[in-house]
């Protein structure tokens, strides 16, 4: 047994974990054809965590497939990114989508494929029951069990965009929570408020500056693109595999300084979801508008994700101060994809996440979870092989972007901590995991397993021995 200090997960969604378990998981399906056989008497069929490169097809599913499964009830079925879903004839039947339906700015749809990217999955959203208030505790206690059990004492979480209920809705069941003691996860709210109507009832009603018992109120989070896996994400140029398009921006350059300058000017950091390089420029742009009138200098901004932004990017970065929240894990996924998505030149350009180290940008993990496993030993296995778990066969993606072990927990706990203005309190907070992971080899430290969580000096989680 080894003692170690519990991990800080610096973005995820806590909320969104429970919910996902609550679905279907459609990560164990190896080929479309045994997506087909789903049977079930839900009279939504939802699931969540295909992707294409894991079905022998090697294709991503239609509504022709789903309709395989059902004609009858709406069947609902998530990309593992979350940026897109594909749906069968009865659920667009039911969100009121045919051939005339128009497209409107933020997403696409096709109703020939059913397939819907980033805000065109609003309309299928829409027509899903809405989760009852039980229902949205009994998730955050699951999201919370599943962090504790692997030895996650801390997050920051995106929760007020994962359900379709009030934002209040989502703070008043946690302050419940946490005031019960059904909560032990500390956790910083990544403010996901996307119009300035939302934003500005928020900050009218001084959320941004309130204490609450167990979480806090963090920075503006803001979607500003897709993912790489969907073709989404923003990028300069059109991907490598379709010239056609360079992915979604979900704001106008307008709307985005708007909102990064509302939060800045009351103070409050911004966290925004940037991985194409074309939204990292706009994004940036922002920022450093935001900063020239409000004169604040001493902020903790940060893109999270940032997984296309060059080296270039990374300079500019460093010179406004802003900080790379990302993801190593997402090489378990990606892997397959990103030189087909990006050609060799761009490739070489991405997931520098060594170099924005070694550049003297704050770099933090976390694992984006339910988009992949919340199990940081997996994490720390991809930042320090560049490999895949998920396809191991597959050659290690930039070698020289890899961290040691030290390095790369420094980044897993002490720079998530800077990101939330804490790294100079005391965390009491430890674990007991089953080897000695400064010894183990990569594939041991993938598979070490928590033991024991402690937080503030008391066990919070004991795994079973049986």
Same mark, same amino acid.
């Given at each position: ?25 459609? &990560?164990?399906?190896? %080929? ?31 509504? /022709? ?10 069947? +609902? ?34 109703? =020939? ?39 996650? =004492?801390?997050?920051? &979480? ?26 032990? +996860? ?8 996307? &119009? ?35 073709? $989404? ?7 490598? /595999? ?12 307008? =709307? ?23 939204? +990292? ?12 009138? $409000? ?37 378990? %996924? ?15 350009? %991405? ?30 296995? $991809?930042?320090?092989?560049?490999? %895949?778990?998920?396809?191991? /066969? ?19 706990? =002490? ?37 024991? $969580? ?13």
């Amino acid at each position: 047994m080894y003692k170690m200090n519990a991990f800080h997960d610096s973005h995820l969604h806590m909320l969104g974990i429970g919910y996902v378990e609550s679905m279907l998981d459609l &990560s164990t399906y190896d %080929s479309i054809e045994e997506l087909r056989r789903i049977r079930s008497e839900r009279s939504i069929i939802l699931g969540r965590g295909w992707h294409q490169n894991q079905f022998v097809e090697q294709r991503v599913p239609t509504k /022709d497939d789903l309709n395989r499964i059902s004609t009858t009830a709406p069947v +609902v079925f998530i990309r593992v990114c979350g940026h897109v879903l594909v749906v069968n004839d009865k659920a667009m039947e039911l969100a009121g989508i045919d051939e005339q339906t128009p497209q409107q700015d933020g997403g696409r749809f096709d109703v =020939t494929t059913g397939l819907f990217t980033e805000g065109a999955m609003q309309r299928i959203y829409d027509v899903l029951p809405k989760p009852t208030k039980d229902d949205i505790k009994r998730y955050l206690i699951t999201g919370n069990d599943r962090l504790i059990e692997m030895g996650i =004492t801390s997050c920051a &979480s995106d929760d007020f965009s994962t359900l379709p209920v009030p934002y209040e809705l989502i703070i008043e069941c946690m302050t419940e929570l946490y005031d019960e003691g059904l909560l032990q +996860v500390r956790l910083y709210e990544q403010v996901n408020l996307p &119009s300035k109507d939302l934003l500005q009832d928020f900050l009218n009603k001084g959320y941004h500056k309130r204490t609450f018992n167990g979480f806090t109120m963090g920075p503006l989070k803001l979607l500003a693109d897709g993912s790489l896996g969907g073709r $989404t994400a923003y990028m300069r140029e059109p991907y490598a /595999d379709d010239p056609t398009t360079r992915g979604e921006r979900n704001f106008t350059q307008e =709307t985005l300084d708007e909102l990064i300058h509302m939060a800045d000017s009351h103070g409050m950091d911004v966290a925004v979801h940037a991985i194409g390089d074309g939204i +990292v420029d706009a994004i940036l742009d922002s920022i450093e508008r935001s900063m020239a009138r $409000t004169g604040r200098i001493n902020h903790r901004h940060a893109l999270i994700h940032a997984q296309l932004t060059n080296r270039e990017q990374i300079q500019r970065m460093k010179q406004l101060g802003v900080g790379a929240i990302v993801q190593p894990i997402f090489l378990n %996924s990606d892997i397959p994809i990103i030189t087909e998505r990006l050609g060799s030149r761009r490739a070489n350009e %991405s997931y520098l996440f060594r170099s924005m180290h070694e550049a003297g940008l704050q770099v933090g993990f976390s694992t984006d979870a339910p988009v992949e496993g919340v199990n940081p030993f997996h994490n720390l296995y $991809t930042a320090m092989t560049r490999r %895949s778990i998920r396809y191991p /066969d597959a050659s290690p993606f930039l070698l020289e972007e890899a961290f040691d072990l030290e390095t790369a927990l420094h980044c897993y706990t =002490t720079v998530n901590r800077w990101f939330e203005y804490n790294e100079h309190n005391d965390v009491n907070d430890w674990i007991i995991v089953d080897r000695d992971i400064t010894s183990a080899t990569p594939s041991q430290l993938r598979d070490t397993i928590v033991l024991e $969580t402690w937080k503030d000096g008391t066990c919070i989680y004991r795994r079973n021995q049986n």
